[in-house]
């Protein structure tokens, strides 16, 4: 990739192949050419980057954060704070991140640390995909990073390597004054961005087509009970928005600016879209005690992150009503407090378990069922425990097993019921075979198990047993 | 005299009723269909609008499967959709879906926490319009089952607590008062004969442990159907049937 500065012409990026050759970024291109024959060069789109960069950080908006920006010319930061939670923890997330960009043949680092200037020098230092950096540790993790990274004009960094400047942390215990009155205060202010002294809102990503309504208030205010009556305002002002464009909101975020100059975000999801001023009242209500005041709010802002078209359904109106609940603001309810929500559904798998995955909540009813000819347990257990178990081979049921060290002694039994093994789901499961035997012990409790193999061929298993699961 | 104290005891009993809620009224019960049981239930089955509670005896404290059972057989012949809180994922859908509990009836919540699960129950309860609110909790305390009732009460849902402890050993806390409405420890018994080897129709022995307004019983009943019912068996009666099916089928 090459990119022009007047009549200079040198290499804005290089990939792994080109970095093998040793072409590096900064190199002028008349020297690259020459380290390599045959090097491709593109040149450089900095308005189409600049514009997928947008789209990428309006998609980011519309999954993980609500308050996303684009940082300089190659990131996005967002403000996680309390959006983690939705996704599984940081981890899970920032690792979640990386692995949905390397699905679309895309590189991306991912830092998460306690101050934008942190995780922008960290993102773009680290050789990993993702990094954490604990909270409070900020110091040590940016210490030993070069002072390139922190976001200053490259005529204060180039400046500040000839004074001999090679670190943020050399740079960090120096005397604030001298360096001042040589570069102005912009270093200073960088630092203290970066060490979380001074805050730095993130202004948020906006697009023509994102419904906003917002109320400014002339005095701060801060108790919950205003709080709670100016978002349902707004929730009235956004839904006449929606209507008038025949949609329903499927993502809101409340977006709450202090006086301070702090921001704090509060996001509500729908199952599917709604424009039921009850309904999105209720989703924000629960939380709106979360918002902490502080000095006072200036500003609401309620924004449709993701709005759908919205279908008006025709009632029918017959003599016998038959009431059906629609249960998806329940659902969402639930969803917005962090719980997982959702339905089982049968899977064509004889294996059992297998045999059940989770479905949204919100799904289309499920017209397949499972067979019901065989007993099922109430409980199956996570994975099948292994059990010492006696029994005449090959297709008898065990006299008696042995089970979580209880000895029981088998009083009925019925079975087997053979399970093979889904070739095509595994190589190793071609040959593999399980025997199910329900048993019943002399207390009455009856329990799943079932032997590996089919009892004559070792190929189809260790003819070992297994408890699986436990009956009413 | 009999004809007397017969119309102080409806007397006593209308005004104990003025006393209760309306809502409890009028929310009507569901008969479990056994004769025997519903008439030890106050309004001759389990009333909606209420919490009830169900705990397994010996290893079912831990494991719930028979207490689970029973609940999601009550829970199939409401109307409505149903919803699930739990901690442990580990119910097994084929089974309650033998019981009759369509799988697109019933959603299920998780959370981490046990007090998660209270909160999700009450929060089921006062949407309204479901058929019942199960929910899977290790304790319940007093103020957390009052809340259960109230909220029940207030929009006629059934509510139901699958009581599940971690350790058999602390399941003397059953003993505890709770303000649920009925209460009852759900076993499991050898299953029925059958003229073949074999495992037969599953069988509980079912505690009705308090009730408000009644008198404790106990049953020896025949697991769910796959429509929920139970079915009263008498041990001796079957005894004596037994043999003859065999005698038929020899």
Redesign the interface.
Known sequence: MIAKSGSKRWVSAADAAAKKAGVHVGMPAAKAQALFRGLMLVDADPVADAAALERITLWALTIYSPIVAVDGIDGIVMDTEGADHLQGGELPMVTMIANRFLSRKLTARVAIADTWGAAHACARAISREAVIVPSGQTVKAVEKLPISLLRLPPKIVGDLRSLGFQTIGELANTARAPLNLRFGPEIGRRLDQMFGRVAEPIEPIRTAELIEVARSFVEPIGAAETINKYVGRLIVQLIDELQKRGLGVRRADLIVEKVDGTRQAIRAGTVKPARDIAWLTKLFRDRTEKIEPGFGIEKLTLVAVIAEPLEEVQRSSSLVEE?V?D?S???D??GN?G????????LASDV?ER??QRIS?AAD??EI??V?HW????????RPELITAIALMPDYPPASITWRGKRRKV????GPERIFGEWWQRDSEMEAVRDYF???D?????LWVFRSGDGVDPETGSHRWFCH???? | MTAARESVILDLRERIAALETSMMKKAGCLAFGVPEMDAALPCGGLAHGALHEFAGGGSGTVDGAAAALFAAGIAARTKGPIVWCLTRPDLFFPALAQVGLHSDRVIFVESDKDEDVLANMEEGLSFGGLGAVVGEVVRLPMVGSRRLQLAAERTGTMALAVRRWRRQTEANDFGQPTASTTRWRVSVMPSEDLPVPGVGRPRWFVELMRVKAGECAEFLVRACDDKGRLDLSTGSADRSHSPGRSVHSA
């Open positions: 009431e609940t249960v603001p329940l659902i309810i639930y407090r719980h997982k929500v959702y339905r089982l559904a049968p059992p045999s059940v909540a009813p499920v069922a499972w019901g007993r099922r347990p109430v409980r199956l257990l996570p009083k009925r039994a019925d329900v048993i019943e002399e207390s009455g409790e009856r699961g436990i009956f009413a």
